[in-house]
């Protein structure tokens, strides 16, 4: 099991940028992807992004792109996630999650770990 923390969320006007880190810890080893979702009052938990641990392969939600960065540290297991130009639909609880299956990316159904979750809240 790979045990996920989040950090580094808050509140932040719209256009402003936060960065989210999440570090992993226990049987990392066979970790094939990290990925970012995120989840707002009343709806479903969405894909925001991932990246694949061996060669940084990204993929990301159309919703995000231009905007949101993910990038890694392979040495310190972290992922993070890098959030410019936020806007007021932005706001949710963000999760980062791990997966261990070489399938697609941005299927939250085969994510194996999670973490606890950090609020961001953009305000308008």
């Known amino acids: 099991q790979v045990q996920l923390v989040e950090s580094g969320g808050g509140l932040v006007q719209a256009g402003g940028s936060l960065r989210l880190s999440c570090a992993a810890s226990?049987?990392?080893?066979?970790?094939?992807?990290m990925g970012w979702f995120r989840q707002a009052p009343g709806k479903e938990r969405r894909f925001v992004g991932a990246?694949?641990?061996?060669?940084?392969?990204?993929d990301s939600a159309d919703s995000v792109k231009g905007r949101f960065t993910i990038s890694r540290d392979n040495a310190k297991k972290t992922v993070y996630l890098q959030m410019n130009s936020l806007k007021p639909e932005d706001t949710a609880v963000y999760y980062c999650?791990?997966?261990?299956?070489?399938?697609?990316?941005?299927?939250?159904?085969?994510?194996?770990?999670w973490g606890q979750g950090t609020q961001v809240t953009v305000s308008s």
């Open positions: 999650a791990a997966k261990t299956t070489r399938l697609t990316l941005s299927m939250r159904g085969e994510y194996d770990s």
């Open positions: 226990g049987r990392t080893f066979n970790t094939y992807a």
């Open positions: 990246i694949r641990w061996n060669d940084g392969m990204i």
